[in-house]
């Protein structure tokens, strides 16, 4: 395995290729986008494309801004609301809402004046579904995605809405404003691009133990159908620049709270603090890629100058392996009927041996790894 030596991403990450110099291509596509993104011009398009949306209003709403109760919520929805729309906000409800995800939540609603439409699945339905995620693709997150995207594109057609704001495009981001406009339809298709729905459906998770009526609520709308709505969606992310860190000042600004005992996990206080799902997500990257958080929230400071590498190498040389609060595991465990060991033996067949080895102890760990000596 081999780390940029700018930032500190292994080329194991997904996406992630080292060039001549043994820098990354998040590293590289970073300095491109300061070099050559005119960020004025991006939302002076923008201005245009909404000036036309908003001509097309049919009902109540301008657009929908999909929410959850993190930072980057309350700091989506008050871009939508300076730029002069009228948003519903729509959230999926994770079974594992921690009580300060509800409260800011709770905040973007009195705070910025909004109305919110909320789905919640049944419990039983959500404990088949996340463990079956957890069995065959190693993320218990993959229902809450599925759960947000479906029940977004539903609403926008059954409530005629023309316009969906969505804020980080993970797969597109920076990347082609024509494209999204030539093509501005989203769809199936465009969801499973994404790729953190691990290109199934939900009608490919139906087996004998969870039904095609329990997993109604993940259904995306027939593409046919959807196209005949007309619904068009944007990323904030492709018009603004998205720095976690001035999001959370301007989300903070608003009445969002970053948890109070510091980070949940990786090094951001404001980050991963609104499910305790979503540490359990993020955590089996350590077995399937040798990073974690960590490794994400140090590179994004380093990129950005805060940060320099020896720091970041020092923030994983404490944190590097991220295990996530024994509260969330906890209550993970309890809502599925299970041990947390039975968690980490679910998702042990996801371990990388490309990546990891045993030792002459029979412990795991990684060759070359950016801490010499680094003991798991
Ligand atoms: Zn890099």
């Not at 300095?31 to 005119?38: F, N």
């Not at 999204?180 to 087996?207: S, Y």
């Not at 046919?224 to 603004?240: E, I, P, T």
Request: charged share 30%; with cysteine; proline share 6%.
């Amino acid at each position: 395995m081999k780390y940029c030596t700018r930032c500190v991403q292994p080329d194991s990450r997904p996406g992630i290729f080292l060039n001549a110099d043994g820098i990354c291509s998040a590293c590289v596509g970073h300095d491109e986008k300061i070099a050559s993104i005119d960020w004025g011009e991006r939302q002076r398009d923008l201005h245009i494309i909404i000036d036309e949306l908003r001509k097309k209003r049919r009902g109540a709403y301008d657009c929908i801004v999909p929410v959850s109760g993190g930072k980057d919520s309350t700091y989506q929805t008050h871009k939508v609301k300076e730029l002069g729309l009228r948003p519903l906000c729509v959230t999926y409800k994770t079974p594992l809402r921690t009580p300060l995800g509800q409260e800011n939540l709770d905040n973007l609603v009195k705070t910025l004046g909004m109305d919110l439409l909320e789905l919640t699945v049944s419990p039983e339905t959500e404990r088949k579904f996340i463990e079956k995620a957890i069995r065959e693709v190693g993320d218990c997150g993959l229902p809450q995605h599925m759960g947000i995207f479906s029940f977004t594109l539903r609403t926008a057609v059954q409530m005629d809405i023309p316009l969906i704001i969505w804020g980080e495009n993970s797969t597109l981001e920076y990347g082609g404003t024509e494209a999204q406009r030539n093509n501005p339809f989203l769809d199936r298709k465009w969801a499973m691009e994404h790729g953190c729905l691990k290109d199934r459906i939900a009608e490919d998770w139906v087996d004998e133990n969870l039904t095609r009526e329990e997993m109604e609520p993940f259904r995306f709308p027939d593409d046919d159908h959807f196209a005949r709505a007309k619904v068009s969606s944007l990323f904030l992310g492709h018009f603004y620049k998205w720095d976690p860190v001035e999001n959370a000042r301007v989300s903070q600004s608003l009445g969002f709270k970053p948890n109070p005992d510091g980070p949940v996990m990786g090094i951001y206080d404001f980050a991963d603090v609104d499910c305790q799902l979503i540490t359990f997500h993020h955590y089996p990257k350590w077995y399937k890629f040798g990073m974690t958080r960590t490794f994400d929230n140090v590179s994004v400071e380093i990129r950005n100058g805060r940060m320099s590498r020896e720091e970041g190498v020092e923030w994983i040389r404490k944190n590097g392996d991220d295990r996530p609060p024994e509260l969330h595991l906890a209550g993970i465990a309890n809502f599925l009927g299970k041990e947390v060991q039975d968690l980490f033996a679910m998702i042990e067949p996801f371990r990388n041996k490309d990546i990891w080895k045993k030792d002459d102890n029979n412990r795991w760990y990684i060759p070359d790894y950016i801490v010499p000596d680094a003991q798991f």
